[in-house]
């Protein structure tokens, strides 16, 4: 089946940096979905891409439907401590729009 | 989006035993799903659930040991059956918001279930 790989695995930044996380595949996506998941909560989604070559802003997130359709990445600028969590892509599989894959997650840990 | 409501928001169960873990959503929707986390993993979709027909379970998940209602456009339940330790995840349920392309998956809290 379709396969989203994440990375990196972890990171771990000073509060104040700026973050970029990846999403790679093999199989081309029309979605790609950004979430991020607190610990002991489900995961809430950020940005949803819809179109190749879109960039889209939410507040100091930024993502980018990549060109090929088959990567997507995230961008966090000016990191705070409450940026804290795991970041995971998901995008709709093959055949049916409605079931999601997910990447394997970025864990973010930021030193304040 | 959606606001939804996982009740109960975690347990403590012993082997052998079912627990019923029940998803509210505050508006009707079409879709509902039923995600699986272990820990440290990613999520695993479990099964899909339409309202007035058979869930649809995804590759090495069955109806014997999830079983899944769908009353209604609001409310959905899964058990997990005959439980052993490990089955102990946090179970999510999400809903799909928009059509097509455009769908978006809002999720639950998730119901940590540890299996003693």
């Known amino acids: 089946g379709q396969q989203l790989n994440q990375s990196p695995q972890s990171m771990f930044i000073q509060e104040g940096e700026d973050v970029s996380m990846n999403c790679t595949s093999s199989s081309i996506f029309n979605t790609w979905l950004w979430y991020k998941q607190d610990p002991g909560e489900g995961p809430v989604l950020l940005i949803a891409l819809y179109k190749a070559g879109e960039l889209t802003s939410n507040g100091r997130l930024t993502a980018q439907f990549g060109i090929t359709r088959k990567d997507s990445f995230l961008n966090i600028s000016a990191s705070i401590p409450s940026d804290v969590g795991i970041y995971f892509c998901?995008?709709?599989?093959?055949?049916?729009?409605?079931?999601?894959?997910f990447g394997k997650g970025t864990k973010l840990t930021v030193n304040p | 989006s959606a606001v939804i409501s996982q009740k109960p928001s975690r347990d403590i169960c012993q082997r052998g035993t079912s627990l019923t873990i029940q998803c509210q959503v505050d508006?009707?929707?079409?879709?509902m799903f039923w995600y699986r986390q272990q820990p440290g993993q990613s999520l695993t979709l479990i099964a899909t659930a339409n309202q007035g027909s058979e869930a649809t379970y995804e590759s090495g998940f069955v109806i014997d040991k999830f079983p899944i209602s769908r009353p209604n456009l609001t409310f959905s339940t899964l058990t997990v059956s005959n439980m052993s330790p490990e089955d102990s995840s946090i179970y999510l349920c999400?809903?799909?918001?928009?059509?097509?392309?455009?769908?978006?998956?809002?999720f639950g809290p998730g119901t940590r279930l540890t299996v003693t």
């Open positions: 998901a995008g709709p599989t093959q055949g049916g729009s409605e079931k999601l894959v």
């Open positions: 508006s009707q929707v079409t879709m």
């Open positions: 999400s809903v799909e918001k928009g059509t097509g392309v455009f769908s978006e998956q809002y």
